[in-house]
C-alpha cells in the first residue's frame, strides 16, 4: 500500500520569511505524481504544485518549490517570501501514474506571524 | 466558469439517520471522485466515478456507505445508518478523465456531524 506522510502537524513561520514543510512517502512503483495542495479555512483545496516523478527537475511555480528526492522518496515544499495569504493546511499527496486515486498526508498547519 | 459545488455546506444528523450529500462538478469534467477528511487525519479516498463505467468503490469504509452519479454528472453520497465516526468533511473532486495529468479540482466540502 502506498503511504504519506508529514512529520510536521503544525509550522509556523515568519511573514517574508522561507518555511520547508516535509513529506515522505512509501512506494514500491516508479511512475506516479506527487502534489502539494492548500486548504484555507475556507476549506477549498488548492493545487500548490505537482511533480512528475519521472522528471529530475524539482518543480517550481513562483514562490513555491519542491525539493524531490526520488531515492529518499522524500517530497518537500519550500515558500519562500512567505506571506499572511499562505496560511492553510497543506496536504502532500501522491498518485500512481496509471491512476488518480490520491492518497494524501495528514496535513501540516502552517501558521504565517506578521 | 463555475467550481465544484457541493450541498448542504453543513450537515448535522442524529445516529442511525441516513444522509444524502450531493457534489456537481464542473461541466465537461468525467471523472468525479469522493473523499473524506476526518479531525486530524487527512483526506481518504471513497469512491470514483468516470463517464458510463463501473465505479471504483474501493475506498467506501463499509456497506453503509454507496455513492450515484446520474447522467455522468451530479453524483450523490448516501450514508446510511449514521454512526458517529462518520463525523468529517466529505469532499468531492472531478477533473476533465482520470488521465495521467489531470488536477482533481476539489468542492467546499459538506461537513457532516452526527450526534
Known amino acids: 500500500a502506498q503511504t504519506v506522510t508529514q512529520s510536521q502537524p503544525e509550522m509556523s513561520v515568519q511573514e517574508a520569511e522561507t518555511v520547508t514543510l516535509s513529506c515522505t512517502y512509501d512506494t514500491s512503483e516508479s511512475d506516479y505524481y506527487l502534489f502539494w495542495y492548500k486548504q484555507p479555512p475556507s476549506r477549498q483545496m488548492i493545487l500548490v504544485i505537482r511533480?512528475?516523478?519521472?522528471?529530475?527537475q524539482n518543480a517550481t511555480e513562483n514562490r513555491f518549490s519542491v525539493n524531490f528526492q526520488k531515492a529518499a522518496k522524500s517530497f518537500s515544499l519550500k515558500i519562500s517570501d512567505s506571506q499572511l495569504g499562505d496560511a492553510a493546511m497543506y496536504f502532500c499527496a501522491y498518485t500512481l501514474y496509471n491512476n488518480n486515486d490520491m492518497r494524501f498526508g495528514a496535513g501540516t498547519r502552517l501558521t504565517v506571524k506578521p | 466558469g463555475a467550481g465544484v459545488s457541493q450541498s448542504p455546506s453543513n450537515k448535522v444528523t442524529e445516529k442511525g439517520k441516513d444522509v444524502e450529500l450531493r457534489c456537481d462538478p464542473i461541466?465537461?469534467?468525467?471523472?468525479l471522485y469522493w473523499y473524506r477528511q476526518s479531525l486530524g487525519q487527512g483526506l481518504e479516498f471513497l469512491i470514483y466515478f468516470q463517464g458510463n463505467s463501473a465505479p471504483d468503490k474501493s475506498g467506501l469504509p463499509s456497506d453503509r456507505f454507496s455513492a450515484e452519479r446520474t447522467g455522468g454528472s451530479v453524483s450523490t453520497l448516501t450514508i446510511q445508518r449514521t454512526q458517529q465516526e462518520d463525523s468529517a468533511v466529505y469532499l468531492c473532486?472531478?477533473?476533465?478523465?482520470?488521465?495521467?495529468?489531470?488536477?482533481?479540482?476539489f468542492g467546499p466540502g459538506t461537513r457532516l456531524l452526527v450526534l
Open positions: 511533480q512528475e516523478a519521472y522528471k529530475q
Open positions: 473532486a472531478s477533473s476533465w478523465t482520470r488521465g495521467l495529468q489531470e488536477t482533481q479540482y
Open positions: 461541466s465537461g469534467h468525467t471523472a
